[in-house]
């Protein structure tokens, strides 16, 4: 099993970075990941970390997927997050929905208990003494190379990036655009927990193992369906999930892409499409705290496979 270290990361996704690791469509591959204060943040006494420039975000990678080319789709499958066995949380006096509440930084450091997820138990944590806490780990950065100039860690797009999407979790599969040869996937910034909005500015940030399989799909395996990337297949719901500069865009860019999906997949219209949007699609926050906004629509996928449809 290919296995790419933590010490080939970047705050950048950009296709001038060399690739870390090769490998065949089809291959299982491990990334190990920083938090997103680079593991810099590690006692509550010194909530502004040990490095000196500590890389925001700090993305693992990146991949390189044989027969990957612009146009493709990269379905990655996430077979397992395994967190460590500590998280921690950082107040910011500039960025957050709160961000007003702090005139400084705070950190706070979270033991992270019975992560081996022994008796098919989810991971625990205890918030105080008196509310523990399911962990549910997801991934917040997780991408592929833009075609044009790199995009920062810090910032969600096309692309996926930072997306802060906590559905990203351990069984399901991510579809990312191919934009570049190779796609040149990288993903970190782990959350322990998260719930939609990110309000405060993070989750509960961690570092850990992330195993995923690979695959490049080409425009003759989508049977003439595109698949709008990023996409998601979560425990029986298919998410579009798009990023703009106002919650109400991105939102509006999360429907009309899953509508043409939904026209493409089912064979409807724009009317009957759009019903069942109406009557069946979800619409959520992923993040508001990012320097672009992240919405998903979720549609079932059990409705689009009563048309025939088998998603690839
Ligand atoms: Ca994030
Ligand atoms: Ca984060």
Redesign the pocket.
Known sequence: MIFIGKENVSGILDKGIKAAAVCESGETVVFETRD?YDDAVVSEERPLGDKDNPIE?PATGPLYVKDALPGDVLKVEILDIQVRNWGVMRSSASCGVFHEDFSERTARIFQLENRELKDGKPAEVWFDDTLKLQLDPMI??IGTAPAGDGIT??TPNSHGG???CRKIVTGTTLYLPVNVEGALLSMG?L?ALMGDG?VLI??LETGGNVTVRVSVLKESGLKGVRIPTPFLNCRGDVMTIQSAGTLDEAGEMAAKAMKEFVKAAAKKDDLEAGMLMSLLSNMAVC?V??PLKTVRMEFPLKVLEAYGYVLP
Do not use: L
């Open positions: 997103c975000n917040g950065v860690t810090d930072n997306m802060d910034d959350h990110e993070c989750g993040q705290v990012d």
